[in-house]
């Protein structure tokens, strides 16, 4: 193996959309969200996946991600866009028949204005202050002439179930679509999807649960990074290891030179807590994380494998990111591209 190797069970993602899929009631309709290239683990291959598992309504961050999309799921499929609509995206929009999220009156006014009465949708703001019309915005807009075919917020605490922010929103958001049509309505992502039926409402828009992430802790296991060890050498008792010369060997160590760095999303926040694994063995990163390289201290194995592992059984996205400091949504759609992409299943 001359590159880290990243295998992709898509069999898992369409297995994890049908679990998500299953919490919810037979009258419920469940997306998927499938921005930033499928949160990096590239549309072209996933979305297919998804809608052959049954998935019928996906969601981007913003219209340029739905061309490719569009490419591979067909004509027939709804494709919202959370990021709404500006003059810019006309073009787009109508090539790929996209429904903007509408986030605001000027968008409102601007998407009237150039498509009339085609389908949209309409994000309301009950309380992530972040996107989306707030109360006194829906009061005061003529949302007259407009085919909206989804009415959706997001929760900011949903991977926290206790949280009070929760049913606070989920008020706000019963307030705000009261006179709106009920089987028009969506609120949970995610964790909403988990949290419990009265979140649902008409749709579910689960996301990076589809790929092995936290909150779905029941999810199928998704990908496993594999990184080829470059060289060996052996590493005396007093000498430093890497850039900086922070990490001195305690003991004599052998220390394999891994293919990978930064550039390839493995974060220098990585430090020396990064964990490596052979047949369930932990080998530990020493020195820092370097653009291109990283070394590990495989004095405990028997023999010098031809790659370790770094994501797989022994270790997951939210796993590693909590080294960092960081969530698995970061890991995730940091994986870079140089690796060479292996997709199974599908």
Known sequence: MSAPRLTIELDAIAGNWRALNALSASDVQTGAVVKADAYGLGVEKVAPVLQAAGAQVFFVAMASEAVPLREVIGPDPEIYVFAGYTPGDAEVVAQTRLRPLLNSPEQISAFRAAFGAAPCGL????????????????????????????????????????????????????????????????????????????????????????????????????????????????????????????????????????????????FRALGTGMTFYHNHTPCPSVGPVSMDLITVDITDLDACPDSLSLLGPDQDIDSLAAVAGTIGYEVLTALGTRYNRVYNGG
């Not at 989920?170 to 307030?175: G, M």
């Not at 802790?217 to 430093?240: F, K, M, Y």
């Open 123 to 266: 994000q309301l703001d009950t309380g992530m202050n972040r996107l989306g019309l707030e109360p006194q915005d829906l009061s005061a807009v003529d949302l007259g002439g407009l085919d909206t075919r989804l009415f959706m917020s997001h929760l900011a605490c949903a991977n926290t179930p206790d949280h009070p922010q929760n049913a606070a929103q989920l008020s706000n958001f019963r307030q705000m679509t009261a006179g709106f049509p009920q089987d028009r309505l969506s609120l949970a992502a995610t964790g909403g999807t988990i949290i419990g039926p009265k979140y649902h409402f008409a749709m579910t828009r689960p996301g990076v649960g589809l790929f092995g992430g936290q909150p779905f802790d029941r999810a199928q296991p998704v990908l496993q990074l594999d990184i080829p060890i470059l060289q060996t050498r052996d590493v005396a008792v007093g000498e430093s290891v890497g850039y900086g010369a922070a990490w001195v060997a305690k003991r004599p160590s052998r220390i394999a030179t891994l293919s990978a760095g930064y550039a390839d999303g493995l």
